[in-house]
Every structure is written in structure tokens, then in C-alpha cells.
């Protein structure tokens, strides 16, 4: 094994043997520890109870994390500890030539200070704020000292989309890109940017280790993906989540000062975030087991196809896709539709397809509510009191719209059969931050040129 | 809160009124409705006598081409669809072993009603047991008395059967030895165990040998067929 892909990783197995240059160097843990009633995986932190999880030979395993690659009472845990063997530069490693608004300056300045005293902090910014370029400055300056970075999303598609938008704006920076399906191996880089079920894999690498969409599933829901992000970082190391949507539970940890949070209720381009328009409409699905679509959602889908709109058109579940975009095809022959879910093999090529405008309308469920970005469109979901979309979800689909400069502004209705406490809550969200935006002058003026 | 083994969305077992009224103990759902409403069992009279697959007729095109031993016959639960290729996978390459409990009560049932002498897991190599801890087709049977009355003839697997494709799977050759004495089986009416009938090439070659040590019929059953 290259020493290297020993560093700040961690490996489960009986054994191990390395040059012994590096032997006493090694780290061993127990890859599970045992108490009496309980297991607890060393790996991702979580606990069971023993007898449900115990092997016919008295061994015990982790049923949290198995896969990659399961975890057992007698196996261990190995690693080297990341030595930082990245040049210090004087240089700027920085590519982008992009300028950054006032309330970005600050809050890039911000998270550069979280960067360097090693801190938990969360950056709660707006859908459509640009925080990816907010987190460049800092990055520079964490490459120039030769420390090792972790970008991680629960998202693949985020993974995906952030990991050109990094190698563009650090072209001298080797990065490796890890999520499940890969096909290329893992290698020791200085820039990792990796899903967060990756981090299992680590242990003390990053010197400052990026979340991004920190309330998306998994990592959410999974306490052991919590347990992973503390894990992957240096003790020292600094933590920076990213989100739009904070959870209530992320912002219970602000008050018990576990973290400390930074705001931006302001897109980059200084527009307001486009409101959510909601229209009643009554048994939708059985207007669609009739061919038909509810008239209210076939007037705005007739008016945006005259004025010649692009859309997103997002439903509950997988088996409304194939329905609605049948009738749609019918009822708007000239109308270049696909469809996407989670399962789809074809997700990446048709989500690419709308963003080079190949398509008209991708019909979609909430896989796509984030991390993707089409310029000029709008947005609609159908059975938006469906328990699927939360208000984090709905507020992340509306955010799906205007979020060009070019293009700040487009419509986002909701179909529903009535308000959800969901969609009330997404809806005060909206106009809270763009109150909010305004009070401290972050929009250009209330008339837009 | 417990949640389904495969789908891990959360279980609301929903009693049935039966179930209140008659104060039995209710067995622990293991997975959700979505992921059971998946599964394809395959009735006794709509499958094949020789190989327990989904079939018209009596027998199927490959029994009827290929029949060693010649009067073995195999019962199979359920198809090898995706949910159940899930639920392998999980259970055996990922070595989940909660996951055997889920068909436990089900292979107990049909386990009974062929009233052998004899209940006789097939076994994993040495190897494999060490790896994975466990076997899988005798966990499927922890309700069920069973006889170890099968050993493998390696220690180590040279190749899985999952990795070869069907004319080098029915070239294996005989992966098993008898692992008692022959006068055990003498008589006997033996039933084999395993969890997936592919071709038929593993659990055929384990009928033979019973058969040859003396068994007066060998019958299986199998989780799966495909």
C-alpha cells in the first residue's frame, strides 16, 4: 500500500503491515467498542444493541454504516496521521477573477477568521447568495499555508457541481472528487471534495472541512454523518456548514454557543427572491387518472408556454412523473420535457440537457430541489401540501428561480389543496429575508431596471 | 423508533383486529409494506416440479432438457426480483445478518409441511465462513432443527458462482463431500436448503451425493429461484 493513502484515512482490517519507517507512526484503534448491553462503532459513532447485531461466533458488527464495508468488533481501525505534505506557497493559487458584493466581502472575511481560529460556524445565506465563491478567499489562504481541505455535501449532484466550479478557480490544485459509484480510486490531494457518507473514511485529515446543504438527507437525519464531519476534521481543524435552510436543531446549537452563525439574506445579484405564488386546486391526482390536467394549472402552463418560459415542474413522487408528462406532451405537442428522480441512470445528461437549453421542462421530484442551476426558468410544483416537501424543501425549489444575474426574476407557483403549515412557513420565510434584505439595503432600490 | 431493514423508512406496524382480539404475541414487523408488496412469491401450483420457478407447465424448458438427479425435485418462495437481489446482497455480501430473520417464520412453515427425516443446510467454504461470519442459508433456518450433514471440499472459494455466467456455472464441478457417516442418511428423506436456485448446478450436485449415500428421496427448497 502507497504510504499515502494512509494519511488522515482510516482503514479497517485485521491487519496491516507499512515500510517500518512509518510503524511507530501508526494508529490502532479498536474498530468497535463493547460494553455491556451496547456496541458502538468507532467508524461512524453509532450504537446498538449487542445481541441484535451479534454473529454466530460471538463477534459483533456495525449495521449503521456496512456500506463500505463492514465494521466488526475484532477488526481495527488504521491510520497515519496527515503530516500536510502540500507545498507553502507565497503565490496566490487563485484563478478567479470574479468580484464579490460588500455583504459577500464580509462574509468571505468572516469565514476566513473561522478558517484560521479553528472554529465550528454556520453560514446561513440565501438561495442564490453565492457561497461557494464567498468560500474562495479563505481556501487561498488555507492552500497558501499548505493546509489540507474537505468539501462535503449529503448531495451527489452538489458534489458534482462544485467540484469544476473549485478546479476553476484553483487550476494548480490537484483535487479528487469521491462518492459511491466512482470508478476512479482514491488519492492523496490537497483539495478533497467528497459526499459526506465519504468522510467515514477519514480520520483528523482536514485542517478545514466545508459542508455544504448540511440540512439536506442524508446528512440531517443521519447522526452518524454528524459523528463523520468531526472525525474527517483535525481536532484543531475548523468546521463550516453551509446552508439556506438551517434546521431547527442546527440553530439550537448557535444557543448552546456550539457554533457560531453568520447571515446573508441577500442574493448576489441584489434582486429579492422571487415569492411563492400558491393556487388552490382541488384533487389534482384524479384529474391526471383522467388525462386531464386541474384548469388552473393548465392556464399557467398555457401562459408560459406562449410567452415561451422554461420550467421546472416539480411533484410529490416518482409515479406522477411519467403520468403528468404524458398529458403535458399531449396537451403542448411542441414542448421538449424529460423526466428525473433519484433512480434515474440518465439524471446527470438530462439535468445537463435543461442547463444547455436542449429541454423546455424537466418534470421532477425533490431531487432536484438543490444544488442545481438553470438560468431564466421557472418554477412550479404540483401537490405542494404533500408531506414530502418540507418547508426547507419548498424554500430550496423557490430559490430554484431568478438566480442569474441576467435573469432575477420568474415565477414560482405552488399548486396545493390547501396551505400546509409547510408552505406558510416557506412562504414567511421568503418575505422575511427580503424585508430583512431591504432594511439593511442589500436590494438595488424596489424598482428594478 | 424502528425503521424497515432495507428501505429504512420508519415501521407503523398496523395491527390487525385479529391480532388485538386474540392477545397472541405479535411477531416484530422487519420491513415495511412497500418493500413486502414487492416481493413475488411463487405459488406451489403455478411452478415448475423439477426447479420451483414461475411456470405453466410442469415442467419447465430447462428441466425438461436437464434433469440430474433425475427425480429431484426443488421448491422455490420467491422470485429473484430486485427487492429480493436487495435483500441478498445486503444480507450476504454486505453480511447484514438481522436480515435473517425476516423469512424465518415463512421457511419454518414451508420447511414442515415436506416432513423430512433430515433438514440439511448447504454450506459456505472455510474461508467465506471466516470472512463473513456467518452462514447464510443456516441463519435463514434458526427456527428449523438442521443436520450438518454437508462439508465443502475446498477451503477457499476459487470463484464465486455469482460471478460466472450459466454454461461455467453448470460446468462446476462437485464442490461438496458427505460430512457423517453414510448409514445416517440411509432411508432417509433428505431436504436440501440453499438461497438461490440459479441454474440448479449447487444444489443438484448435493442431491447426488445424498442420493448416493443412500437416501430414499432428496427434495429442496430454496428462498429463491432466478
Redesign the interface.
Known sequence: MQIEQLFGRQILSEQLSVASSWQSQLIRRPAMMVTDQWVICQRCGQRTVKQ??????G?Y?C?HC??LG?V?ASQWLWSLPEPNQFAVRTDSPLDWTGELTAAQKACSRQIDEVFTAGKTHLLWAVTGAGKTEMLFYGIEQALKKGLRIGIASPRIDVCLELAPRFQAAFTSIPQVVLYGEMKRPYHYCQLTICTTHQLLRFYHAFDILVVDEVDAFPFAADPGLNYAAEQAKKEAGALLYLTATPSKALLRQEKQKQLTVSYLPARYHGYPLPEIKLKLTSRWRQSLAKQRLPSVVKATLKKMVTQKRRFLLFVPRVSDLTRLQAIIQLQFSALKTATVHAGDVNRHEKVQQMRDGVLDCLITTTILERGVTFADIDVIVLGADDAVFSTAALVQIAGRAGRKAEFPEGLVAFFAEGQTRAIKEARRQIKFVNRKARQTGLLRGDTHD | MTECLLCHRPLLPQLTLWQVLNFQPVEDELLCQTCVGQLEPIPVDQACTGCGRLCAKKYCSDCLRWQTPPNFKNRALFRYNDILKQYIS?YKF?????LKNVFQTQIKREVERFDADLVIPIPVNPATLQQR???QV??LLEKVETTDGLATRELVKRQPQSEKNRQQRLQTEQPFVINLASEKFNKKRVLIVDDIYTTGRTIRHAATLLQNAGASEVMGLTLAHG
Do not use: S
Open positions: 441484535t447485531v451479534r454473529l454466530p461466533q463477534d458488527y449495521p456496512f456500506q463492514r466488526t | 445486503q454486505y453480511g447484514d445478518y438481522r461470519g456467518f452462514n443456516a441463519g
